[in-house]
Each structure stands twice: as structure tokens, then as C-alpha cells.
């Protein structure tokens, strides 16, 4: 999980591993701490702000992992793995935008169950997935209902945090526009991309957004945009069908 996310807290881990005492998980972060195989973001500053600790892979867990992967046969991006060396000095920008796509994730899980696969931008860091939009999304998602005649969905997924300049966020979303009416999914994956998901982390932010694309998106071609914020997703429940809108 922390090679997926690079990130996470002790909530976030254990409710990703379906345990439902938090004690555990962290006995046994504390002890992959000691060992060196992880690494732990936590001082004064973080008890007076209430913020959770934060957990990320050091290079002594990476033999481990190539270990583990090859047992399983899972794929292991080299690419992600240099890109770890350096979370041991992560701005805390970086580290809240990873943390806020963990707790997509485990949100959307909550949700969907066993129909959501979840591929986040490091799983996608090979060469065979450079069809993918440049810069890639923060993750691809994919659902599956439930019935005699399933169809997998797809979705691009960003979160949109307060700090990056704003023109930042629209030229990233431009290139998803331009990407899609010119077919590059459809003719590399034959199938359609279904949306692109957009997490704001502000109400604020989500309104600007919204407005900016209403600009630029004016025809079907265009993907369709879906807006929520983190917090109304946190709060949100698996029978609530009104936190995205379009």
C-alpha cells in the first residue's frame, strides 16, 4: 500500500486492510519503523495541529518488495521506486495530495467493494501505459455493476488541491479535453473513457473549476467532467448517488 500511495496514516492502512483495530496496524508500523524498512513523519508540531503521523517506504523495504512481487507475479515499477528514495523529503504539499488520493480510494472502496479496481499514477509507471495522458492522472479507476450484462467503466481521477496555481489545474485539464477528442484512449484501449473524475479540495475551488470548463468543454466529444470535494466524499455513504456533480 505505501508503494501505491507512497503516503499513508494509520487510519488510512487500516481501513485499506479491512482491520478494525487501529492498534494493530500501528505495532506493526512501529515495528517496520525500527527496522528501517519505513519511514515516520511525526513531531511537536504534528500533535498541536492533530495531525496523524505519516508512513513511507525507505529503500531497505525495496529488496523486500521485488520479493514479494516476484512471488506473486505482480509488477513492480522500477520508476516508482527511484521516485521513493526521495519521500523522506517530501514537501507536505506532496504528502497531503498523497494522502488525499489514499483516502479516495479507501472512500470509493467503501462504496463499490470488489466492481472498483484502482490503479494509482505510480502503478501506471511504465512504459506500456504511456498511451495515458502526460502528465497521468493521479489514478485510473474502473467499475463493474453488479448484473447479467456488466460493463466496465472507466474513469480518469485528479485531485485538486487549493495550493497548486490555478492555471496549472485548467492547462492539466485542457490536455484531457484535447486527448480525448482526438480518440488516443479509444484507439489505444478500444473502449470509452467514461469521465474524469475531479476531487477539489475546497468548495471554492470546485465552483472555479467548474466554471473554467463549462468554457472549454462544448461539444460530446469532450469527456464529461464529475465534481465533488474531499470532504463531502468523506462524508459521503455508499447509498448516496449525490456527492458527484455534473
Do not use: M
Not at 91 to 118: C, M, P, Q, W
Not at 138 to 150: K, N, V
Not at 181 to 203: F, M, N, P, Q
Request: net charge positive.
Amino acid at each position: 500500500l505505501l508503494y501505491r500511495f507512497r503516503f499513508g496514516t494509520t487510519d488510512l492502512l487500516a481501513r485499506a486492510l479491512e482491520l478494525k483495530d487501529g492498534r494493530y496496524i500501528h505495532t506493526r508500523l512501529e515495528a517496520l519503523v525500527s527496522q528501517e524498512y519505513i519511514g515516520k513523519n511525526y513531531d511537536s508540531t504534528y500533535k498541536l495541529d492533530g495531525k496523524p503521523a505519516t508512513y513511507y517506504l525507505l529503500s531497505r523495504a525495496f529488496k523486500a518488495l521485488k520479493q514479494q512481487h516476484k512471488a506473486t507475479g505482480k509488477e513492480l515499477s522500477e520508476k516508482t521506486l527511484r521516485n521513493a528514495y526521495k519521500d523522506k523529503v517530501a514537501s507536505n504539499e506532496f504528502i497531503a495530495r498523497k494522502l488525499a488520493v489514499f483516502t479516495i480510494y479507501d472512500t470509493l472502496r467503501a462504496s463499490h467493494g470488489a466492481s472498483l479496481k484502482f490503479w494509482t499514477k505510480d502503478q501506471l509507471n511504465f512504459d506500456k501505459y504511456d498511451y495515458f495522458p502526460h502528465p497521468k492522472p493521479d489514478a485510473y479507476l474502473t467499475i463493474t455493476p453488479e448484473g447479467l450484462r456488466p460493463r466496465e467503466r472507466c474513469f480518469f481521477l485528479n485531485y485538486l488541491d487549493n495550493d497548486t496555481p490555478f492555471f496549472v489545474h485548467v492547462r492539466r485539464l485542457q490536455k484531457y479535453i484535447e486527448y480525448v477528442e482526438a480518440d488516443e484512449w479509444e484507439d489505444a484501449t478500444s473502449s470509452k473513457l467514461r469521465g474524469v473524475l475531479l476531487v477539489c479540495e475546497s468548495t471554492s475551488l470546485l465552483k472555479r473549476i467548474r466554471k473554467r470548463l463549462a468554457q472549454l468543454a462544448d461539444d460530446d466529444e469532450t469527456p464529461r467532467f464529475c465534481y465533488t470535494t474531499l470532504q463531502a466524499l468523506k462524508a459521503s455513504t455508499p447509498e448516496d448517488d449525490e456527492v458527484w456533480q455534473i
